[in-house]
């Protein structure tokens, strides 16, 4: 069966609430308390967006995290009373898509949750990309780097295509805030992670980026040129 969202949060009385809330404002939502409990939710159904806590009890969301994407490429915000910059970009680099610390008002995951659902929602378009070695499909959602496929997340998808889109400009990191996150909350730290992470599926070497470059102060530019 098929769920917007599903909650993995071990504190029953905020992930209730929020799960009634998602579902008052058209969200199907589910919740589980536990690794165990989302594994089995899992086997039988597909949710949009996975929020995850970081603190599930006797299990972490880590290590959630870490097993979900064996298997999965589905979203996941990261949901915690963990506020450290170290937890964050932890989350991130281990294949989280975002992260948002509690305390939280429920409008204010809603709407995080309802961006990340739109993002998903709009990558799609038939724009077709190709100079040196990397190829992007953007209406398959394939890229490709000297022939090799290269398996990318569903906002790093996004990222990539708005970066190929308006090659050869600055893109402010405002801009991409609003364009690909569409999300005032997302800071510093979230994109400057999915930046890396693509540079380092692209670039030959991700430490001396020729195609994804950033401009000291403004943002980055896409110079296809480069490749």
């Known amino acids: ?94 294949g989280g898509d975002d992260y948002i610390s509690k305390p939280y008002s429920l409008s204010v995951l ?16 038939d724009d077709i990309f190709s100079s040196g070695r990397l190829s992007v499909d953007m209406g398959k959602m394939c890229v490709t780097v000297d022939g090799e496929i290269v398996q990318l997340k569903s906002l790093e998808y996004k990222l990539l295509f708005y970066l190929i889109r308006n090659r050869g400009r600055v893109i402010t990191k405002d801009e991409l805030f609003r364009e690909v996150w569409e999300d005032a909350i997302t800071g510093d730290n979230t994109l ?5 992470r693509l540079r380092e599926k692209i670039e030959i070497d991700p430490g001396d980026p020729r195609i994804i470059k950033t401009v000291w102060g403004m943002g980055y530019i896409f110079e296809a040129d480069a490749i």
């Open 110 to 125: 809603l709407a995080k949750a309802k961006a990340m659902l739109k993002r998903i929602q709009k990558v799609t378009n």
């Open 192 to 196: 400057n992670v999915h930046i890396r």
């Open 1 to 94: 069966m098929r769920y917007d969202c599903l909650i993995v949060d071990d504190e029953t009385a905020l992930s209730q609430s929020a799960c009634e809330y998602f579902n008052m404002f058209g969200l199907k939502t589910a919740w589980t308390p536990d690794e165990e409990k989302c594994l089995e939710f899992l086997r039988d159904n597909r949710p949009d967006l996975i929020l995850l806590d970081i603190n599930l009890g006797k299990s972490s969301g880590f290590e959630l995290c870490k097993k979900l994407r064996g298997t999965l490429d589905t979203p996941i915000l990261f949901i915690s009373a963990r506020t450290s910059d170290d937890d964050m970009i932890l989350a991130l680099n281990i």
